[in-house]
């Protein structure tokens, strides 16, 4: 049984320092939660130490995304190259090990027409959708949702306080996808294994673990 796992977080460095400098209005509680225990050391590494990571739990393939807040609060100027950055080491990643990871797109999303561009150039790349965390603006985002735009890619937005392995969500496109939130949650293998048997039947718990994120995402190997 192949078992995929979406937002699966890891941090580019240069990004956190960014919005760390930001006024206390702008800026966002969550990288607190990166620096605690080893969480930042398993974010910075997009290769083995990951890779051994998901062997250890028995996930075939994470797709990738940048921890919350990425870019979104900062300036149009300061988000664009950020994005850029952090969506050309993820394809790096996926070009490295393109069995084991796929990865979500970072955005600009300060600047619409930016980040629609960003997202075209990104689907150049292979990417398999874009991250949109529940932080753009004003209006906050209060679903959880999968959609798709002209370019065939999903969006996959996150709320501000994911779901763990044992809460599945149903989706409106997709069904069933589950999310072990790396490396905030951490399920053992037998935690993932228990998860799995809790469908009627072996199709429906393969439909679950990778068909969905295989149709959804348009994983074809």
Same mark, same amino acid.
């Given at each position: 049984?192949t ?14 320092? +960014? ?11 969550s ?33 990738? @995304?940048l ?26 990643a ?26 075209e150039?990104?689907? #150049?790349? #292979? ?6 965390y ?23 937005? @996150? ?6 392995? +044992? ?11 589950? @999310? ?9 293998? +037998? ?10 039947t ?20």
């Amino acid at each position: 049984m192949t078992v995929i796992a979406i937002e699966e977080h890891w941090n580019l460095p240069e990004l956190t320092s +960014a919005v760390r400098a930001l006024p206390d209005d702008r800026g966002d509680e969550s990288i607190v939660l990166d620096e605690l225990g080893d969480n930042l050391e398993r974010l910075d590494d997009i290769g083995e130490a990951r890779i051994a990571a998901m062997d250890a739990q028995g996930i075939d393939m994470q797709i990738l @995304s940048l921890a919350p807040p990425v870019t979104q609060p900062l300036d149009p100027a300061d988000a664009l190259p950020l994005a850029m950055r952090a969506n050309d080491i993820a394809a790096e990643a996926v070009r490295r090990h393109p069995a084991r990871f796929r990865a979500f797109a970072t955005l600009p999303m300060a600047d619409a027409r930016r980040a629609a561009a960003e997202l075209e150039r990104t689907a #150049g790349l #292979g990417f398999v959708g874009a991250m949109v965390y529940e932080r753009p603006g004003a209006a906050p985002l209060t679903t959880r949702a999968t959609t798709t735009c002209s370019l065939r890619p999903p969006h996959w937005v @996150s709320p501000l306080h994911p779901p763990v392995l +044992a809460r599945p969500h149903r989706q409106p496109v997709a069904g069933l996808l589950f @999310s072990t939130d790396y490396p905030f949650q951490r399920p053992s293998k +037998a935690d993932i294994d228990r998860f799995g048997t809790a469908f009627p039947t072996d199709e429906d718990r393969e439909r679950f673990m990778a068909g969905n994120a295989r149709a959804l995402f348009a994983i074809t190997s």
